[in-house]
């Protein structure tokens, strides 16, 4: 069964150092998803993908943080420069479009 | 906005018990609705899902029917076991903006 992959799994840093995270969705997903997932919360949507654009990033901090999807496959999440309540859960989802999302394992980040 | 809300847990059960968990939500439109299960240190699974009022999602002996008169999804399990512990979170897709809205979540933990 095809599934989300994501790396690396866990990322431990120091604050005002910049971070990356990857991400590889289920082949043929057009549309993916990063999410934020503060510990004992419900994820919260930083940015969707629908091929290579950006279709909402309302709700990404841009001072900080970046998205890409270059060639419409995978993606990657940067934080630059790290602060410490950016410690959380970093999922991707991908979705057939506007369909179910699958997620990934997660990375999990902590700022020192 | 769209919203959910879920019953605040942690529950704690006996192996064998029967299971519930109350979703309610908040959308326009005709959402469709989610419950995902999130095991330590992993990323969401997929639990089950229903695309339209009436409709009644299954899988590993968890269901959950969409009640849109009530607007409610509670999951139920007839006899849980100890591997179902976890944290449940219901959600719904609101295909006008193709966004997740995800509730709180819920702890459940199984004792032999």
């Known amino acids: 069964e095809a599934e989300v992959a994501q790396s690396p799994r866990y990322k431990i840093t120091e604050k005002s150092q910049a971070v990356a995270f990857w991400c590889d969705p289920i082949?043929?997903?057009?549309?993916l998803y990063w999410y934020r997932q503060i510990l004992g919360q419900g994820p919260e949507l930083l940015v969707q993908f629908q091929d290579e654009s950006v279709v909402d990033d309302s709700q990404l901090p841009k001072d900080r943080f970046s998205a890409e999807r270059l060639k419409g496959v995978d993606s990657t999440l940067k934080i630059q420069p790290a602060e410490l309540g950016d410690s959380a859960m970093y999922l991707c989802?991908?979705?057939?479009?506007?369909?179910?999302?699958?997620f990934g394992p997660g990375t999990r980040l902590t700022v020192l | 906005g769209d919203s959910v809300t879920q019953m605040e847990g942690p529950v704690t059960l006996s192996e064998e018990a029967f299971l519930t968990i109350n979703c309610t939500y908040t959308?326009?439109?005709?959402?469709?609705l989610f419950w995902y299960v999130q095991y330590p240190g992993e990323g969401l699974q997929l639990l089950l899902k229903a695309t339209k009022a009436d409709d009644k999602g299954s899988n590993k002996g968890f269901e959950a029917t969409y009640r849109k008169e009530t607007t409610s999804f509670h999951l139920e399990k007839g006899s849980v076991q100890v591997s179902d512990s976890a944290v449940y979170f219901c959600?719904?897709?609101?295909?006008?903006?193709?966004?997740?809205?995800f509730g709180t979540g819920t702890r459940l933990t199984i004792i032999p």
């Open positions: 989802a991908s979705s057939p479009s506007g369909d179910t999302q699958y």
């Open positions: 959600a719904l897709l609101n295909f006008g903006n193709e966004k997740l809205t």
């Open positions: 082949s043929g997903h057009a549309t």
């Open positions: 959308a326009t439109g005709y959402p469709s």
